[in-house]
């Protein structure tokens, strides 16, 4: 009896999945035919862009544990 509740929520989760990529698909269709939509960047584009973003964040976290840790030791 168990297995066939789990089998009932897994399929009923599938069709739910299933029909928020259909409304998303035609949704995306819609709205590309529709509005004027600007062309997104190319996958490169968005690596080296948050390469970037990434690298000034590590380099902004490292300087302020630095800072505290000489505020430490200066106290």
């Given at each position: 009896m168990r297995r066939n509740?789990?089998?009932?929520?897994?399929?009923?989760?599938?069709?739910?999945?299933n029909i928020c990529l259909a409304i998303g698909l035609y949704g995306g269709a819609y709205i590309d035919q529709n509005y004027e939509v600007p062309q997104l960047p190319s996958l490169v584009e968005i690596y080296k862009h948050l390469e970037a973003e990434v690298g000034e964040y590590l380099k902004n976290v490292k300087k302020e544990q630095r800072r505290r840790s000489e505020f430490k030791v200066g106290e």
């Open positions: 509740v789990e089998t009932k929520n897994r399929t009923e989760k599938e069709y739910v999945q």
